[in-house]
Nanobody
Framework: QVQLVESGGGLVQAGGSLRLSCAAS????????MGWYRQAPGEQRELVST???????NYEDSVKGRFTISRGNAKNGWYLQMNSLKPEDTAVYYC?????????WGKGTLVTVSS
């Protein structure tokens, strides 16, 4: 089992920045993909960004150039630096991890961007 806990959400004005953190515990040694998803009110959950165990990153088109994903060396934490935030970035952000064919999720942290 893998346990994930997000932190760092909050209220920010448009153009501002936030840094989300994900703390992982449990059987983290076999995690092969780490990432962030988000779900806006009334919308489906969508992928924001991922980073693999070898450091390869991927971003959803609307956040490219504004968001940066990073991870610690021990797979026990990863981060999402969010700059130039827009009101449309408002959502609950979920930390996620994949271990083989199993997906794990945090409970989410709310990011609200005011205009």
């Amino acid at each position: 089992q893998v346990q994930l806990v997000e932190s760092g959400g909050g209220l920010v004005q448009a153009g501002g920045s936030l840094r989300l953190s994900c703390a992982a515990s449990g059987s983290i040694f076999a995690i092969d993909v780490m990432g962030w998803y988000r779900q806006a009110p009334g919308e489906q959950r969508e992928l924001v960004s991922t980073v693999t165990s070898d450091g390869s990153t991927n971003y959803e088109d609307s956040v490219k150039g504004r968001f940066t994903i990073s991870r610690g060396n021990a797979k026990n934490g990863w981060y999402l630096q969010m700059n130039s935030l827009k009101p449309e970035d408002t959502a609950v952000y979920y930390c996620a991890a994949r271990r083989g064919h199993i997906h794990y999720w945090g409970k989410g942290t709310l990011v609200t961007v005011s205009s």
